[in-house]
Protein backbone atom coordinates (compact mmCIF):
# COMPACT_ATOMS: atom_id res chain seq x y z
CA UNK A 1 0.00 0.00 0.00
CA UNK A 2 1.36 3.43 -1.02
CA UNK A 3 2.25 5.94 1.65
CA UNK A 4 0.10 8.47 2.96
CA UNK A 5 1.52 12.21 1.60
CA UNK A 6 0.76 15.05 4.16
CA UNK A 7 3.34 17.23 3.03
CA UNK A 8 5.77 17.63 -0.14
CA UNK A 9 9.25 19.44 -1.12
CA UNK A 10 9.60 21.24 -4.31
CA UNK A 11 13.24 22.06 -5.85
CA UNK A 12 14.99 23.09 -8.45
CA UNK A 13 18.68 21.63 -9.29
CA UNK A 14 20.94 21.97 -12.08
CA UNK A 15 21.20 25.37 -14.70
CA UNK A 16 18.16 27.17 -13.86
CA UNK A 17 15.41 27.95 -17.29
CA UNK A 18 12.92 30.15 -17.65
CA UNK A 19 9.62 28.36 -16.44
CA UNK A 20 10.96 27.03 -13.90
CA UNK A 21 8.68 29.64 -11.53
CA UNK A 22 5.47 28.65 -13.33
CA UNK A 23 6.32 24.91 -12.65
CA UNK A 24 7.24 25.47 -8.66
CA UNK A 25 3.81 28.07 -8.77
CA UNK A 26 1.70 25.13 -10.31
CA UNK A 27 3.49 22.13 -7.66
CA UNK A 28 2.48 24.67 -5.00
CA UNK A 29 -0.66 25.51 -5.60
CA UNK A 30 -1.95 22.10 -7.42
CA UNK A 31 -0.83 20.29 -4.36
CA UNK A 32 -2.70 22.74 -1.94
CA UNK A 33 -5.68 22.16 -3.71
CA UNK A 34 -5.59 18.72 -3.23
CA UNK A 35 -5.00 19.39 0.50
CA UNK A 36 -1.00 18.85 0.50
CA UNK A 37 1.00 20.97 2.42
CA UNK A 38 4.19 22.22 0.49
CA UNK A 39 7.83 23.61 1.56
CA UNK A 40 9.62 24.95 -0.50
CA UNK A 41 13.70 24.21 -0.57
CA UNK A 42 16.29 26.69 -1.63
CA UNK A 43 19.29 26.19 -3.65
CA UNK A 44 18.38 22.66 -5.01
CA UNK A 45 20.16 19.71 -3.43
CA UNK A 46 22.58 21.88 -1.41
CA UNK A 47 19.72 23.87 0.07
CA UNK A 48 18.34 20.35 1.40
CA UNK A 49 21.55 19.53 2.77
CA UNK A 50 21.96 22.92 4.59
CA UNK A 51 18.15 22.32 5.64
CA UNK A 52 17.02 25.91 3.64
CA UNK A 53 13.42 24.72 3.91
CA UNK A 54 10.70 27.01 4.11
CA UNK A 55 6.59 26.96 4.04
CA UNK A 56 4.94 27.46 0.85
CA UNK A 57 1.56 28.90 0.44
CA UNK A 58 -0.61 29.81 -2.42
CA UNK A 59 0.43 33.56 -1.49
CA UNK A 60 4.34 32.28 -1.51
CA UNK A 61 4.03 31.73 -5.80
CA UNK A 62 2.22 34.68 -6.85
CA UNK A 63 3.76 36.65 -9.72
CA UNK A 64 5.98 34.30 -10.16
CA UNK A 65 4.21 32.37 -13.79
CA UNK A 66 5.90 35.62 -15.65
CA UNK A 67 9.32 35.79 -14.67
CA UNK A 68 13.18 33.80 -15.22
CA UNK A 69 15.17 32.22 -13.21
CA UNK A 70 13.73 30.47 -10.26
CA UNK A 71 12.66 32.14 -6.75
CA UNK A 72 14.07 28.68 -4.89
CA UNK A 73 17.57 29.06 -6.35
CA UNK A 74 19.30 26.28 -7.77
CA UNK A 75 22.90 25.24 -7.31
CA UNK A 76 24.79 21.70 -9.03
CA UNK A 77 26.14 20.15 -5.64
CA UNK A 78 28.34 17.51 -6.12
CA UNK A 79 29.04 15.99 -3.32
CA UNK A 80 25.14 14.90 -3.51
CA UNK A 81 26.61 11.45 -5.60
CA UNK A 82 27.83 10.20 -2.86
CA UNK A 83 25.35 7.35 -1.15
CA UNK A 84 25.92 8.93 2.60
CA UNK A 85 24.95 12.58 1.70
CA UNK A 86 22.14 10.99 0.01
CA UNK A 87 21.10 9.46 3.03
CA UNK A 88 21.54 12.65 4.89
CA UNK A 89 19.42 13.98 2.94
CA UNK A 90 16.79 11.79 3.04
CA UNK A 91 16.89 11.91 7.23
CA UNK A 92 16.50 15.60 6.50
CA UNK A 93 12.78 15.35 4.49
CA UNK A 94 11.62 13.17 7.12
CA UNK A 95 12.99 15.79 10.17
CA UNK A 96 11.23 18.44 8.23
CA UNK A 97 7.73 16.16 7.47
CA UNK A 98 8.61 16.24 3.81
CA UNK A 99 7.41 12.64 2.57
CA UNK A 100 7.67 13.51 -1.22
CA UNK A 101 9.69 15.85 -3.40
CA UNK A 102 9.48 17.29 -6.60
CA UNK A 103 12.67 17.97 -8.41
CA UNK A 104 12.83 20.39 -11.27
CA UNK A 105 16.11 19.72 -13.57
CA UNK A 106 17.99 17.42 -15.84
CA UNK A 107 19.08 13.95 -16.00
CA UNK A 108 21.63 15.12 -13.22
CA UNK A 109 19.33 16.08 -11.12
CA UNK A 110 17.19 12.79 -11.87
CA UNK A 111 19.96 10.94 -10.33
CA UNK A 112 19.78 12.40 -6.72
CA UNK A 113 16.11 12.09 -6.88
CA UNK A 114 16.34 8.45 -8.07
CA UNK A 115 18.89 8.30 -4.93
CA UNK A 116 16.19 9.98 -2.94
CA UNK A 117 13.60 7.29 -3.58
CA UNK A 118 15.72 4.46 -2.62
CA UNK A 119 15.81 6.43 0.77
CA UNK A 120 12.71 6.16 1.21
CA UNK A 121 11.45 9.41 -0.11
CA UNK A 122 8.60 9.24 -2.61
CA UNK A 123 10.26 11.69 -5.46
CA UNK A 124 8.66 13.01 -8.70
CA UNK A 125 11.46 14.79 -11.74
CA UNK A 126 10.09 17.66 -14.07
CA UNK A 127 12.10 18.30 -16.76
CA UNK A 128 13.46 21.65 -16.36
CA UNK A 129 16.58 22.79 -18.89
CA UNK A 130 17.18 25.03 -21.68
CA UNK A 131 18.82 22.05 -23.44
CA UNK A 132 16.01 19.76 -24.23
CA UNK A 133 18.34 16.43 -23.76
CA UNK A 134 16.17 14.81 -21.63
CA UNK A 135 15.56 11.58 -24.12
CA UNK A 136 12.08 10.79 -22.55
CA UNK A 137 10.36 13.94 -23.34
CA UNK A 138 9.74 15.71 -26.14
CA UNK A 139 9.69 18.80 -24.23
CA UNK A 140 11.99 20.39 -21.48
CA UNK A 141 11.06 23.40 -19.77
CA UNK A 142 12.81 26.63 -20.79
CA UNK A 143 14.08 25.66 -24.59
CA UNK A 144 11.32 27.53 -26.36
CA UNK A 145 11.98 30.86 -24.12
CA UNK A 146 16.10 30.03 -25.27
CA UNK A 147 16.28 29.61 -28.97
CA UNK A 148 13.62 32.51 -29.07
CA UNK A 149 15.99 34.93 -27.27
CA UNK A 150 18.89 33.49 -29.08
CA UNK A 151 17.15 33.41 -32.60
CA UNK A 152 16.58 37.65 -32.03
CA UNK A 153 20.07 38.06 -31.21
CA UNK A 154 21.13 35.95 -33.91
CA UNK A 155 19.07 38.44 -36.48
CA UNK A 156 20.53 41.49 -34.97
CA UNK A 157 23.69 40.21 -35.80
CA UNK A 158 23.20 38.78 -39.52
CA UNK A 159 22.10 42.13 -39.63
CA UNK A 160 25.40 43.96 -39.19
CA UNK A 161 26.93 41.08 -40.72
CA UNK A 162 24.94 41.27 -44.20
CA UNK A 163 25.99 45.39 -43.91
CA UNK A 164 29.81 44.46 -43.57
CA UNK A 165 30.16 41.98 -45.72
CA UNK A 166 31.34 39.58 -42.93
CA UNK A 167 31.20 35.93 -41.53
CA UNK A 168 29.49 35.12 -38.49
CA UNK A 169 30.43 32.88 -36.16
CA UNK A 170 27.97 32.94 -33.39
CA UNK A 171 27.94 30.97 -30.20
CA UNK A 172 24.99 29.30 -28.57
CA UNK A 173 25.18 27.23 -25.24
CA UNK A 174 24.78 23.67 -24.73
CA UNK A 175 27.54 22.07 -23.92
CA UNK A 176 27.00 18.30 -24.63
CA UNK A 177 23.58 18.83 -26.52
CA UNK A 178 22.96 20.59 -30.21
CA UNK A 179 19.53 21.12 -29.68
CA UNK A 180 19.67 25.11 -29.48
CA UNK A 181 22.02 25.44 -31.95
CA UNK A 182 19.60 23.11 -34.41
CA UNK A 183 16.63 24.83 -33.57
CA UNK A 184 18.25 28.43 -33.95
CA UNK A 185 20.65 27.34 -37.37
CA UNK A 186 17.69 26.40 -38.80
CA UNK A 187 15.29 29.16 -38.07
CA UNK A 188 18.09 32.03 -38.60
CA UNK A 189 19.02 30.32 -41.58
CA UNK A 190 22.00 29.70 -41.01
CA UNK A 191 25.16 28.53 -43.58
CA UNK A 192 26.53 26.26 -41.01
CA UNK A 193 25.48 24.69 -38.53
CA UNK A 194 28.28 23.04 -35.69
CA UNK A 195 26.59 20.45 -32.72
CA UNK A 196 28.98 18.70 -30.63
CA UNK A 197 26.78 15.55 -31.75
CA UNK A 198 28.10 15.67 -35.78
CA UNK A 199 31.12 18.31 -35.91
CA UNK A 200 33.78 16.44 -37.71
CA UNK A 201 36.25 19.47 -37.28
CA UNK A 202 36.43 19.93 -40.56
CA UNK A 203 37.09 23.37 -40.91
CA UNK A 204 38.14 23.25 -44.06
CA UNK A 205 34.78 22.44 -45.66
CA UNK A 206 33.11 24.96 -43.75
CA UNK A 207 36.25 27.57 -45.48
CA UNK A 208 34.76 25.98 -48.78
CA UNK A 209 31.21 26.39 -48.20
CA UNK A 210 31.96 30.31 -47.04
CA UNK A 211 34.04 30.70 -50.29
CA UNK A 212 31.39 29.34 -52.09
CA UNK A 213 28.71 31.42 -51.00
CA UNK A 214 30.45 34.34 -51.78
CA UNK A 215 30.88 33.58 -55.26
CA UNK A 216 26.82 32.98 -54.98
CA UNK A 217 26.44 36.44 -54.34
CA UNK A 218 25.73 36.07 -49.93
CA UNK A 219 26.73 38.60 -48.02
CA UNK A 220 26.82 37.16 -45.19
CA UNK A 221 27.81 33.85 -43.88
CA UNK A 222 26.59 32.93 -40.26
CA UNK A 223 27.87 30.07 -38.59
CA UNK A 224 25.76 28.65 -35.64
CA UNK A 225 28.69 26.99 -33.17
CA UNK A 226 27.34 25.17 -29.98
CA UNK A 227 29.21 25.60 -26.75
CA UNK A 228 30.28 22.07 -26.71
CA UNK A 229 32.46 22.54 -29.92
CA UNK A 230 33.96 26.47 -28.43
CA UNK A 231 36.69 27.83 -29.47
CA UNK A 232 34.77 30.86 -31.22
CA UNK A 233 36.55 33.29 -31.25
CA UNK A 234 40.03 31.18 -32.75
CA UNK A 235 37.64 29.77 -35.09
CA UNK A 236 37.20 32.97 -36.27
CA UNK A 237 41.02 33.96 -36.90
CA UNK A 238 41.61 31.12 -38.53
CA UNK A 239 38.73 31.70 -41.14
CA UNK A 240 39.54 35.21 -41.61
CA UNK A 241 42.70 34.41 -42.26
CA UNK A 242 41.84 31.46 -45.07
CA UNK A 243 39.36 33.24 -46.57
CA UNK A 244 40.23 36.82 -46.73
CA UNK A 245 36.52 37.83 -45.32
CA UNK A 246 36.39 39.56 -42.40
CA UNK A 247 35.02 36.98 -39.37
CA UNK A 248 33.75 37.93 -36.06
CA UNK A 249 32.21 35.59 -32.92
CA UNK A 250 29.38 36.61 -30.55
CA UNK A 251 29.14 34.43 -27.83
CA UNK A 252 25.31 34.63 -26.88
CA UNK A 253 26.47 32.70 -23.33
CA UNK A 254 23.89 33.29 -20.22
CA UNK A 255 21.36 36.08 -21.99
CA UNK A 256 20.05 32.47 -23.06
CA UNK A 257 18.86 31.07 -19.38
CA UNK A 258 17.18 33.82 -18.60
CA UNK A 259 14.12 36.63 -19.39
CA UNK A 260 10.90 35.96 -19.34
CA UNK A 261 9.25 32.56 -20.11
CA UNK A 262 7.47 32.42 -23.41
CA UNK A 263 3.64 31.41 -23.48
CA UNK A 264 4.86 27.61 -24.15
CA UNK A 265 7.39 27.24 -21.18
CA UNK A 266 4.56 28.73 -18.84
CA UNK A 267 1.94 26.42 -20.44
CA UNK A 268 4.02 23.01 -20.25
CA UNK A 269 5.26 24.03 -17.04
CA UNK A 270 2.07 24.90 -15.47
CA UNK A 271 0.95 21.42 -16.91
CA UNK A 272 4.09 19.56 -16.12
CA UNK A 273 3.77 21.07 -12.38
CA UNK A 274 0.41 20.11 -11.66
CA UNK A 275 0.77 16.70 -12.95
CA UNK A 276 4.15 16.20 -10.86
CA UNK A 277 1.65 17.05 -7.46
CA UNK A 278 -1.32 15.03 -8.53
CA UNK A 279 1.24 11.82 -9.02
CA UNK A 280 3.33 12.46 -5.93
CA UNK A 281 0.57 12.82 -3.97
CA UNK A 282 -1.37 9.91 -5.13
CA UNK A 283 1.64 8.06 -3.56
CA UNK A 284 3.35 7.38 -6.80
CA UNK A 285 7.54 7.40 -6.74
CA UNK A 286 10.52 7.53 -9.00
CA UNK A 287 8.49 9.06 -11.61
CA UNK A 288 9.09 11.25 -14.16
CA UNK A 289 6.61 13.85 -16.18
CA UNK A 290 7.69 13.70 -20.02
CA UNK A 291 5.69 15.08 -22.98
CA UNK A 292 5.42 12.79 -25.84
CA UNK A 293 2.92 11.84 -28.59
CA UNK A 294 0.81 15.01 -27.97
CA UNK A 295 0.24 13.80 -24.29
CA UNK A 296 1.54 14.39 -20.58
CA UNK A 297 2.69 11.31 -19.24
CA UNK A 298 5.30 10.04 -16.74
CA UNK A 299 8.28 7.24 -16.56
CA UNK A 300 10.21 5.42 -14.07
CA UNK A 301 13.52 7.37 -13.49
CA UNK A 302 15.25 4.02 -14.07
CA UNK A 303 14.13 3.78 -17.44
CA UNK A 304 13.79 7.73 -18.25
CA UNK A 305 17.92 7.68 -17.33
CA UNK A 306 18.27 4.94 -19.80
CA UNK A 307 16.57 5.96 -23.07
CA UNK A 308 19.16 7.87 -25.37
CA UNK A 309 18.10 10.95 -27.85
CA UNK A 310 19.33 11.16 -31.17
CA UNK A 311 19.79 14.55 -33.20
CA UNK A 312 17.48 13.95 -36.14
CA UNK A 313 19.55 13.19 -39.36
CA UNK A 314 16.56 14.20 -41.68
CA UNK A 315 16.21 18.03 -39.84
CA UNK A 316 19.90 18.12 -39.68
CA UNK A 317 20.42 17.92 -43.35
CA UNK A 318 17.56 20.10 -44.08
CA UNK A 319 19.19 22.89 -42.32
CA UNK A 320 22.25 22.66 -44.48
CA UNK A 321 20.52 22.35 -47.78
CA UNK A 322 18.30 25.04 -47.42
CA UNK A 323 20.96 28.11 -46.75
CA UNK A 324 22.89 26.96 -49.85
P1 LIG B 1 20.96 18.76 -14.70
O1 LIG B 1 20.01 18.37 -13.62
O2 LIG B 1 20.50 19.95 -15.46
O3 LIG B 1 21.34 17.59 -15.58
P2 LIG B 1 23.53 18.50 -13.36
O4 LIG B 1 23.97 17.33 -14.16
O5 LIG B 1 24.53 19.55 -13.05
O6 LIG B 1 22.31 19.28 -14.03
O7 LIG B 1 22.90 17.92 -12.01
C1 LIG B 1 22.33 18.81 -11.08
C2 LIG B 1 22.60 18.30 -9.70
O8 LIG B 1 21.97 17.01 -9.52
C3 LIG B 1 24.05 18.04 -9.34
O9 LIG B 1 24.74 19.19 -8.98
C4 LIG B 1 23.90 17.10 -8.16
O10 LIG B 1 23.51 17.80 -7.01
C5 LIG B 1 22.74 16.23 -8.63
N1 LIG B 1 23.27 15.03 -9.31
C6 LIG B 1 23.85 14.94 -10.52
N2 LIG B 1 24.26 13.69 -10.78
C7 LIG B 1 23.92 12.95 -9.70
C8 LIG B 1 24.09 11.58 -9.35
N3 LIG B 1 24.70 10.71 -10.17
N4 LIG B 1 23.60 11.17 -8.15
C9 LIG B 1 23.00 12.04 -7.32
N5 LIG B 1 22.84 13.35 -7.59
C10 LIG B 1 23.28 13.81 -8.76
O1 LIG C 1 22.22 22.89 -18.87
C1 LIG C 1 22.00 24.22 -19.20
C2 LIG C 1 23.30 24.89 -19.55
O2 LIG C 1 23.06 26.27 -19.77
C3 LIG C 1 24.08 24.31 -20.71
O3 LIG C 1 23.60 24.70 -21.97
C4 LIG C 1 25.46 24.81 -20.42
O4 LIG C 1 26.41 24.00 -21.04
C5 LIG C 1 25.53 24.69 -18.92
O5 LIG C 1 24.20 24.80 -18.45
C6 LIG C 1 26.37 25.74 -18.27
O6 LIG C 1 26.31 25.53 -16.89
P1 LIG C 1 27.03 26.44 -15.82
O7 LIG C 1 26.30 27.72 -15.79
O8 LIG C 1 26.91 25.70 -14.54
O9 LIG C 1 28.43 26.56 -16.30
Known sequence: MSKEIKTIGVLTSGGDAPGMNAAIRAVVRKAISNGVKVKGIKKGYLGLLN????????????????????????????????????????????????????????????????????????????????????????????????????????????????????????????????????????????????????????????????????????????IINAEGIGHSTSMAKRIEAATGIETRATILGYLQRGGHPTCKDRFYASIMGAYAADILCQGKSNRVVAYTHGEFVDFDIEEALSMKKYINEYQYEIGKRLSQ
Open 51 to 222: EEIVDMERKSVSDIIQTGGTILGTARCLEFKEPEVQARGAEICRKHGIDGLVVIGGDGSYRGAQALARNGINTVGIPGTIDLDIACTEYTIGFDTAINTAMEAIDKVRDTSSSHERCSIIEVMGRDAGYIALWTGVANGAEDILLPEKYDYNEQAIINNIIENRKRGKTHHI
